[in-house]
């Protein structure tokens, strides 16, 4: 079931003025695994579509908000496996359709809009859907099938890594890297929502009690003001750091990672001689919902 060619991803090398502790830092660049099936979510989703396939479901069922990344990248490998897939989405029917869930549709997803109280609820969800043999992918591709195709990730990292950073919305990604992280390796996860607990509660649910013993930590106050928000500020880190290194980042998620990570470098948050490795997980497609200009990339 080979959808997705890696041979354009690349490790992209940090060089920081004035670093303390000779800190290696580089980028795992996942974003340019594909256009439209970016970073992560092509892990996540690889060992589910599998059982979609192995089991003859007729497609897919999942769920999102109208800017997630999630819905287009399970719109697009349904197109390509030949599934049907239908697509949940937070929220009444706007009257003009965000980018992400316009290419979504393109692709084929059936889009039906619920209300966020019917969206929480389970049982009314699956009476709609009763009569058909779709598999239900969860919102983000959150289940442990989507973090242990994460594990995958660790083809292009190198074992004298010492720290692994990603960006958290669901804590898939955080938890397939812990799973395949070795004991001397620590996950650094940059919460890009507000509220710690639960999402650590969440990340652990997805492991066994022997991985939860594993070294991970979740990172908090680097969120911009909440999912998705993108203040003037964030903008213009965007901005720098695409002219510095020549790194596009989204809005959403790897902006916000990118800006913890260097932070937490200044803050001397890691041990000197620290060989960091931190995941881009893509996204860029959110940021066509931008103004156009707005960045100085595309
Ligand atoms: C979905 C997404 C994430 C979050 O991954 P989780 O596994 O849900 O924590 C991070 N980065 C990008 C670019 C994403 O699209």
Redesign the pocket.
């Known amino acids: 079931m080979l959808l997705i060619n890696h041979a354009n991803v690349c490790i992209q090398n940090i060089v920081l003025n004035k670093l303390k502790g000779n800190i290696k830092l580089a980028v795992l660049r996942l974003d340019k695994l594909h256009p439209i099936i ?4 092509w892990f ?1 989703l690889k060992l589910q579509l599998q059982e979609v396939v192995n089991n003859q479901y007729d497609g897919v069922v999942t769920f999102g908000g109208a800017y997630s ?2 819905i287009v990248s399970a719109a697009y490998v349904c197109k390509v496996l030949g599934l049907e897939s239908v697509g949940i989405i937070r929220g009444e029917a706007p009257k003009k359709l965000s980018h992400t869930l316009l290419v979504a549709k393109d692709y084929g997803m059936d889009l039906q809009f619920v209300s966020r109280s019917a969206y929480d609820n389970k049982s009314l969800l699956q009476q709609r859907l009763q009569n058909k043999n779709l598999y239900i992918i969860p919102e ?3 289940a442990v099938l989507g973090a242990n195709g994460v594990t995958e990730m660790y083809q292009w990292i190198d074992e004298t890594c010492t720290h692994i950073v990603c ?8 938890a397939g890297l812990i799973k395949g992280a070795l004991p001397h390796q620590k996950i650094v996860g940059i919460n890009v929502l507000k509220g710690h607990d639960k999402l650590l509660n969440e990340v652990k649910n997805l492991l066994t009690e022997q991985e939860q013993l594993k070294q991970f930590e979740l990172i908090e106050g680097y969120h911009f003001g909440g999912y998705a928000k993108h203040p003037q500020d964030l903008i213009n880190w965007m901005n720098l750091i695409y002219k510095q290194h020549q790194l596009p980042t ?1 809005l ?3 902006s916000k990672l990118m800006y913890g990570v260097i932070d937490l470098i200044q803050q001397n948050y890691f041990p000197a001689n620290s060989n960091v490795m931190v995941v881009h ?3 860029l497609q959110g940021n066509l919902s931008l103004p156009k200009g707005t960045l100085v990339f595309d």
């Open positions: 970016s970073g992560n979510k996540k990344n999630h983000g591709g959150y960006a958290v919305g669901t804590g898939t990604m955080m989204d959403v998620y790897t997980s893509g996204g």
